[in-house]
Structures are given as structure tokens and as C-alpha cells.
């Protein structure tokens, strides 16, 4: 890796969109880039779609957390940050509209250029751009960003930086990134990288935590602090891109406060008790029946369910490959049999919410239950000897008839067991050589609606002569221990997108089977999915993307990894009735990250 230095100036840049033939080209000069085809937005759009651009500013709101923090370095594995700082303390070169599956627009740049194949790219900066000191955001600070991140930085940051060839100022306020591999997706990864003021970390161990605040160029500071008890972020009355079409209707909050808590049911009654502005329920049955009190019959607190578009993700009991005997695909096909979806479903939910089917269930990018056809297939043929089966054929969960019993699934997850040299003796599910099958299921503690599930299940697991013990932790153990791996079985949640690309590396890709902190938690190493990544990244239009996509959904699904619960296609929210959200232009992903409080405001 070098950095190249030189001050010819460019002309201006332009931005990228697909040719008719499918390939890249150059475009008239704009102001962003999608992953396909042009951006939605004109160059003199005023506002983004889905904000109120007219949004009074000013007010107050705290959230909750569970666990605590020790650290004010978001952008390493040590420590626990704080992510609402690294979210609006820091900027990237580009932003995000989540009205559309994967389109950037300028932020700290004002344009984008890419090669024809998108071998390249570069990002010209605004001269108006600043970091909360005052000073200007340079070439120098975005260069030392890109190679700190991906050297020390934490490792979402690394595969990134490792497909760059080259990294060097053509201009004045110019630089260019040069690629070493085919990635189309790179130039929108690249844009979204956070920019940090290369002097603020002058004489400092970047990857050392510390509570030192940081210099960004973000909306907001901080202006208060106690570690594992509060943080306090003020508007920055200088910040730089206040004026910004992109920023217009979003960040009207002045003060943006986090309280720590022990647990989420003491957050949730600090919530009822007017301590809290915001709660996000993901229990069904409790929003139906806990969310009875004074304040909201008095109309102080508002009950909101937001529909939503995205993916329904992945929720449920992840079990760790690297140990025995999850590393028997056969016995996780018999834990998932074992699992009596439908009476916990009733027992928790009252029977409503649907179950997760796939990792893209909810969205076009969900796998179907029948054989893979079409370009789904092509993908999936040249691994044909290495699929699970049901990758090709068609898969679907096993379901009960909703009775405690579950009676045709236990005699099934007994048969799978038995194929697997596993059989019951004296009540006990054992192996050839005697050793019992039993695991530890890893939780947080105050996690009330996951412990519930994973009691029933271990009531369940009983019937076959299987012993689940259930081990709960606090918020910072279960942090370390999951990011080092150490667990047999875990509660486990991977939210998706609509615009899946690199972090599907660091979701399932083979460095994590022993590079800690990834997402891999599983601990997946397939060379069907490695090579159904690299697809999906190099598709040059939506129908490859979306088969490569949906012949990755049926590789993950099939490889019974996780057992999957229950996702909700409503988000319900409670919030004081003085926050308000721009209603009717909610977009496709709902309640996304950065939907709240990024475009609410407090009416007074």
C-alpha cells in the first residue's frame, strides 16, 4: 500500500451509472452514486425525501441503554463505545438516502468519480467542510482515516482497505482510490467510511481505548459524560453542514442524551416513569399488555406501529461450529426439529408475529421453498457436492402442530440424532463413546423475552434427552465473550438490508472462523458463500444481484446454523408525545437505523 502526493488540480468530477450494456461508464457531472442505475435525487434536490425539511429545532430526548461504556473510541474492537457518538459525532465522504436500497449522496464530498469498471474512484471533498475545532477536513485526514481504520481499526474496517491497491491526492482536494480487486460495490463502501481529524489522534495509541472525546466533523459533541451511566451529545452551533440540502430536516434535536441501565425491564420502568423519551418494543405480547399506564391513557406517551419493508433478518439460537458437536450439521438439524416454534410462539406472542423463514425473509431478496431455478440455480450448480441438502432441492422449517408435545418433530430430531451416532440411553442423549449431549445457551441477563424462549426450549430439549443449561451475563461479558467466540450456543440477531454487499464478509466470511469481533459468529467457512459474495458485489445488474443474493440465502438458511424465531413486519414505538416524526413520509425501511431521532424534532 503507498500514498501518492501531488498537487494537479482536477477537472470536475463526475458521477456513476450503468450503461445499457451493463457496464460502467462516466456520467455527467453529478452529486452522487447508486449501486445501480442513477441516483433518484436531482442535483438540486432540497431536502431528503422522507424528512420534514420545514422541522423546528431545539428540545431534548434520552434513550436508553443496557450495560455501560468505558470507552470514547467508537471505531476499535477494545472497549465498549458509545454508538449514537460515532453515529452523529463523524461524518463520511457520503450519505445515505434510505428511500432507496443503496444510493449516496455528498456529504463531506461534494462529488464522486469512478473508472469504467469502477477499478477506481475518487472523491473530490467541499471546501466548506470542517471538523467541530474549526479546522478543515483535508485530503490528508481522509487518506490517514482510510489506512488507520484499515490497519487498526476495528475489523468491520480491514476487508476494505485490503482490496485498495493505491491511495493518493490528484488534487487540491481530491483523492483517488485504486483497487486491487474487483469490487463494484467498493466506491459506496468507501464513501461511507468515517473521516477522523488525523491531528486529534497526534501522540495517541489509535487502537487503545480511551475517554478522551475525539474531534469529528459530526452534528453533534460531547458536552457531558459518566462512564456506564450517562452521555450527553450537544448540537454543534458551528457545525459545518447545517445548511446542507442532504442535512436539511434532519438533526433538530439540540441534546441527545443516553442513560445506562442494568437490564432493559429496569430501562423500560425508568421509561414509564417519564426518565426515558423513546422506547423501541420488541415483544409483542408486552406491547399489548404493558403498555397500559397513566401516561399513555393521559395521551403524554404515543403508541405508534410503524410498517416496514426490510428484510426480517435473522433472530434466534446461533450455535458455535467451531465446537463439537454443532460442527455436525446433522445435530443442528435435529436442535432446530427439536424446537417447538409454534407452541412458543403462542406461549410469548399469542401466535402472531411469523416466523423467520429465511435471512432475507420480508423482502425480494428471500429465498422461495422450492427447488432453486433459473440464475439461482447457475450459481448454485458448481457447488452442488458441498451444499447441505435443501440448497438445491428446497427447504423449509420443520412446523408442529402447536401442541406441548411436538410429538412428529422429536421422533424426527431422535431419528437425525441416531443417524448421527447419537442415541438415548437411561434417558440420556449420548454418543458412541458415552458423552452426553449437553451445551450451554449464552444470554444477557435483564434479556427477559429471550431467557423465556430459551427455558421452553430447554424444557423441550429434555423430551430427547438433551441438556441445555442456560448461562446469563451482563452486557459487557456477553460482549466479550461473543466477540472471542467462547460460547456453545448464543441469542444472535443480524438485521439486513435491502442493499447487501462487504458486510456480508464480515457476517460469514471464513477470516472469522478465527479473527475475533466479526459477526461470524456461527463460525461459517464456505466456499459457496465466499464465492456468492463476490458475486452479489460484482453484479452489474439487479436480476444478478438479486439471484445471487436469494442462491446466498438458501446456502446460509440450509446450513441450519441459527434456529430461527420470529420477526415483526410493524415496528412499535412509545415516545412523549412532544417528539414528533414526519408521519406519511416514512420510508421503505421504516424505523431503519437512523430514522430516529435523526429526522424527529420536539414540538413545544
Known sequence: MRYDFFCGIRPIVLATCLSASGGFVNAEPAHGIAMYGDPALPPDFVSLPYVNPDAPTGG???????????SLNPFILK????????????????????????TLYGLLAES??????????????????????????????VLWSFETLGTLGHPRYHAGWEKIETAEVVGERTVRFTFNTEDNELPLILGLRPILQKAAYEGRAFHESTLEPPVGSGPYVISDYEPGRFLTLKKDPDWWGADLPFNRGQHNIDEIRYEWFGDADVAFEAFRAGEISFNREGNLAKWRTAYDFPAVRSGEVVLAEIPHQRPGGIRGFVMNTRRAPFDDWRVRDALIHAFNFEFINNAINGGEEPRIASY????????????????????????ADQLLPGALEGYTLPTSDGSEANRRNTRKAIGILSDAGWTVQDGVMKNAD?????????????????INIAELYAEQLKRIGVVANLVTVDAAQYKERTQAYDFDMAHYIRLMSLSPGNEQILYWGKDGVTEPGTRNWM??????????????????????????????DRVLTTGRYVIPIWYSPVSHIAYKSELKYPEGKTQMYGDWLGFQPDVWWVEN
Open 60 to 70: 431534548r430526548i434520552v434513550l436508553s441503554e443496557v450495560g455501560g461504556f468505558d
Open 360 to 383: 432475507f425473509t420480508n423482502s425480494v431478496l428471500a429465498m422461495s421453498d422450492g427447488p432453486a431455478e433459473g440464475k439461482v440455480r447457475e450459481y448454485l450448480e458448481p457447488f
Open 434 to 450: 458415552g458423552q452426553a449431549l449437553k451445551f450451554d445457551i449464552l444470554l444477557q441477563s435483564g434479556d427477559t423475552q429471550n
Open 79 to 102: 472497549g465498549n463505545s458509545v454508538y449514537g457518538h460515532r453515529v452523529y459525532g463523524f461524518e463520511s465522504l457520503m450519505g445515505r438516502n434510505w428511500d432507496e436500497p443503496f
Open 523 to 552: 463460525g461459517m467457512n464456505n466456499p459457496a458463500v465466499e464465492s456468492l459474495i463476490q458475486s452479489m458485489l460484482n453484479a452489474t445488474d439487479q436480476e444478478d444481484f438479486q439471484a445471487a443474493v436469494k442462491a446466498l
Open 112 to 141: 464522486v468519480e469512478t473508472g469504467p469498471n469502477r477499478e477506481w474512484v475518487e472523491f473530490t471533498l467541499r471546501p466548506e467542510a470542517r471538523f467541530s475545532d474549526g479546522s478543515p477536513v483535508t485530503v490528508e485526514d
